[in-house]
């Protein structure tokens, strides 16, 4: 049982774009939300997060909303760079983390 | 800077193998989490730890068992390798339970296992 979908295994956006990830949760409990990015062959390393106070938050090209009524978050990464190219993870805090499936971001120069 | 250190990057092991996956944080957390990640099904929670001597199951618990006898060191034993158990997996640690705080939790660079 899925708590917390992302429904795009691939994405592939062009250099300078915007890219856009989504996520879907179904527990209207989950509090605390974050983003992962992994590299093939290394760990997920934190990206970005948000409380459910909040319905955006930004670092840089990094900016996270929430939409805490539909249950959706979304990720977008303007100007997307190559170096942005890995797999995100979303994740939802409840009694323990759910993280998302993954979607895979290729960036091409 | 937060480092968890996971001993091996790549291990192969074979079938009916006890394999041990040993992971060591230098933060002084509390918790410690392993996951294994696989295609399509994103990661997934084996078991948890929330002090020494602590463990809880998580969402796939079947098949593993862990130990901790040191705050810093949280080890994932395969008691008998089956070759589903092929696949990465992580170790991650918190300050929080809920991971909650600036970055949650902070990951291993994983062990790709392949039991053949």
Partial sequence: DQQVKQNSPSLSVQEG???ILNCDYTNSMFDYFLWYKK????????????SSIKDKNEDGRFTVF????????????VPSQPGDSA????????????????TSLTVIP | DVKVTQSSRYLVKRTGEKVFLECVQDMDHENMF??????????????????VKMKEKGDIPE?????????????????????NQTSM????????????????YTFGSGTRLTVV
């Fill in chain 1, 39 to 50: 590299y093939p062959a290394e760990g997920p390393t934190f990206l970005i997060s948000i």
């Fill in chain 1, 17 to 19: 774009r915007i890219s």
């Fill in chain 1, 87 to 102: 797999v995100y993870f979303c994740a939802a805090s409840g009694n323990q983390f759910y993280f998302g499936t993954g």
């Fill in chain 2, 89 to 104: 997996y992580l170790c991650a640690s918190s300050l929080w339970n809920k991971g909650q705080g600036a970055d949650g």
């Fill in chain 1, 66 to 77: 929430l939409n805490k009524s539909a249950k959706h978050l979304s990720l977008h990464i």
């Fill in chain 2, 34 to 51: 392993w996951y294994r990640q696989d295609p399509g099904l994103g990661l997934r929670l084996i078991y948890f730890s929330y002090d």
């Fill in chain 2, 63 to 83: 098949g593993y068992s862990v130990s901790r006898e040191k705050k810093e060191r949280f080890s994932l034993i395969l008691e008998s390798a089956s070759t």
